[in-house]
């Protein structure tokens, strides 16, 4: 559940904090104005290894051994208290007492009470420690075979253009297949990082500094998505081929 959705359910549903943050498998505490802890759930009490009455009715920024004693932080929560603000995927990192080393995002939003208007702070957290050393480690992975594509595209296109032939017609053959694995190796390359990319600057790269140069790209902004970027790579580059050979591109002010 998010921190919307919790704050949602707690001010149409105009019951007490306890029975919903009870239920939730994230951790949370609900601060007073003063920020002094009124209520911490079953998960808070869990993933953190405290007892209860190391928590309750202590101020948040003294909990442990100051772990949420963040200027940043503090700052962020105060400015929920007299705005109806919140605070969204704050990050803290942190060596915790009892659990070691973590990173926790931390969601934020004030809560007024119904029935005495009393005003207070829903605190929800995110342990993504897990999450991001699968990421780093996907990083790594990925760094480390977009590299050794990169070697293999080298060794190919060395290998493809160390061959010598008088036949004209291997020759064409072999700078026609010289231009398509540079087109290939190159979107390979971009869609690798597997974000979306711009068309006019993509079909630019993708035709060659020669025709980019004669080329007129207008109308409005599109993108690629990375599954899509090795195919139409290599239409652009057939049909920028043939613009060279046979169309616009083959005669003097042709654009």
């Not at 290894?49 to 772990?67: H, I, P």
Request: aromatic share 6%; net charge negative.
């Amino acid at each position: 559940m998010l921190l919307e959705d919790l704050y949602r359910l707690m001010k149409t549903a105009h019951v007490q904090a306890q029975g919903i943050v009870d239920t939730m498998t994230q951790p949370v505490v609900v601060l007073d104005q003063h920020f002094i802890v009124v209520n911490a759930n079953n998960a808070f009490i869990n993933t953190f290894n405290v007892e209860r009455e190391d928590v309750l009715a202590l101020n948040f920024f003294s909990l442990g051994n100051g772990q949420w004693d963040i200027p940043e932080l503090r700052q962020l929560l105060s400015s929920i208290i007299p705005r109806a603000a919140a605070v969204i995927g704050f990050e803290v990192h942190h060596t915790f007492p009892n659990i070691g080393e973590r990173t926790f995002l931390v969601d934020a939003r004030r809560l007024v009470h119904p029935d005495n208007n009393s005003r207070h702070i829903l605190v929800i957290f995110d342990d993504v420690t897990e999450r991001q050393r699968r990421e780093a480690e996907m990083d790594f992975i990925v760094a480390e075979m977009r590299h050794r594509l990169k070697n293999l595209a080298s060794v190919v296109r060395a290998v493809v253009k160390n061959i010598r032939t008088a036949d004209p017609a291997v020759a064409v053959f072999k700078e026609a297949m010289l231009g398509r694995l540079d087109t290939t190796f190159q979107a390979q390359q971009m869609a690798a990082f597997g974000a979306v990319t711009e068309l006019g600057p993509f079909v630019r790269s993708t035709v060659g500094e020669t025709l980019a140069e004669r080329l007129e790209c207008s109308g409005p902004s599109a993108e690629l998505s990375p599954s899509i970027i090795l195919p139409v790579s290599m239409i652009l580059h057939e049909l920028g081929t043939n613009a060279m050979k046979y169309g616009a591109a083959s005669v003097p002010g042709g654009r």
